[in-house]
């Protein structure tokens, strides 16, 4: 059964940067999609960006050129840098893993943008 965790989160200031991580405990497949995700108070779940195992990237307008997210197969881990942060960033963040028939999740990261 696969298990996804984060780490990295906490508060940062505006402009400032964080690097949030993704442990996959299981096995990843070539075929596995796997993204970032977030959901700011009162709001609904957006995407922040995706990765395919072949490495494609897919961003949303609202973090591209600022957000980077990468994959290391070796490790079983995705990381999401996120440079220039704004106060609009702030929000739990959530990775998951998309296969044919399933998606799952972990439980998430608090982000806080603040000075």
């Known amino acids: 059964q696969l298990q996804l965790v984060e780490s990295g989160g906490g508060l940062v200031q505006p402009v400032g940067s964080l690097r949030l991580s993704c442990a996959v405990a299981g096995t990843i497949f070539s075929t596995d999609r796997m993204g970032w995700y977030r959901q700011a108070p009162g709001k609904q779940r957006d995407l922040v960006a995706t990765?395919?195992?072949?490495?494609?990237?897919m961003y949303s307008d609202s973090v591209k050129g600022r957000f980077t997210i990468s994959r290391d197969n070796a490790k079983n881990t995705i990381y999401l840098q996120m440079n220039s942060l704004k106060p609009e960033d702030t929000a739990v963040y959530s990775c998951?893993?998309?296969?044919?028939?399933?998606?799952?999740w972990g439980q998430g990261t608090q982000v806080t943008v603040s000075s």
């Open positions: 998951n893993l998309r296969r044919t028939t399933t998606t799952t």
């Open positions: 990765i395919t195992g072949g490495g494609s990237t």
